[in-house]
């Protein structure tokens, strides 16, 4: 089963509301991804986390904060957001960190009031 | 960081045609995949590949990485199979890098 899940599907809130955005994976993978991808873009590397260890990339502002509470879940909270963190977040995951197939949910669909 | 070309960026075929898309990265990877995204925005992975040829059914690819590009061949081209086409890759960073895409649509 390649499955990795996402929760909720779509999701409106305004600026001044916390949120979080739920991903999971029963595939025993090591490595987590979250990215953000605005319409007819490419996806964005937001964060990643793999063996226990969480890289950002340095681009993303404070009120997006992941979270790994064990190895086949991956939350992203959100606080403060604005109108142009509106976008599609994808979260992936791999078996082995950057030499290895990732596999992607099917998103979530933000919009930030 | 590394830099990621994708050709053509827009392309219309005929039901049933062939195409070949193409990918350029700026450095050495030890990372290339090929994913579909479909109409409702889920990536679809199509092809791991750093090196070398892969084929699964009517799609195959070719990376050759010394000369760092990858290539994407689609036979017999279907209307499912219209969407935007993504090369990703990583150069040994924590980066993930994804192309800026190619759109295809395929026409009854």
């Known amino acids: 089963d390649t499955e990795v899940t996402q929760t909720p599907k779509h999701l409106v809130m305004g600026m001044t509301n916390k949120k979080s955005l739920k991903c999971e994976q029963h595939?025993?993978?090591?490595?987590m991804y979250w990215y953000k991808q605005k319409a007819k873009k490419p996806p964005e590397l937001m964060f990643v986390?793999?063996?226990?260890?969480?890289?950002i990339n340095e681009s993303v502002p404070s009120r997006f904060s992941p979270e790994c509470p064990n190895s086949s879940l991956l939350n992203l909270h959100l606080h403060a957001l604005q109108p142009e963190d509106s976008a599609l977040y994808l979260c992936?995951?791999?078996?082995?960190?950057?030499?290895?197939?990732?596999?992607f949910g099917p998103g979530t669909r933000l919009t930030v009031l | 960081g590394i830099q990621v070309e994708q050709s053509p960026p827009d392309l219309i075929l005929q039901e049933g045609a062939n195409s070949t898309l193409r990918c350029n990265f700026s450095?050495?990877?030890?990372?290339l995949q090929w994913f579909h995204q479909n109409p409702w925005g889920q990536l679809i992975n199509l092809f791991y590949?750093?090196?070398g040829t892969k084929q699964n059914g009517r799609l195959s690819a070719t990376t050759v990485a010394t000369e760092r590009y990858s290539l994407l061949y689609i036979s017999s081209s279907q209307t499912t199979d219209s969407g935007v086409y993504f090369c990703?890759?990583?150069?040994?960073?924590?980066?993930?890098?994804f192309g800026p895409g190619t759109r295809l649509s395929v026409l009854p």
């Open positions: 990703a890759v990583d150069n040994y960073g924590q980066n993930f890098v």
């Open positions: 450095d050495s990877v030890n990372n």
């Open positions: 590949i750093p090196s």
């Open positions: 595939m025993g993978h090591r490595a």
């Open positions: 986390y793999s063996y226990e260890k969480l890289s």
């Open positions: 992936a995951s791999s078996q082995y960190l950057a030499t290895d197939t990732q596999y």
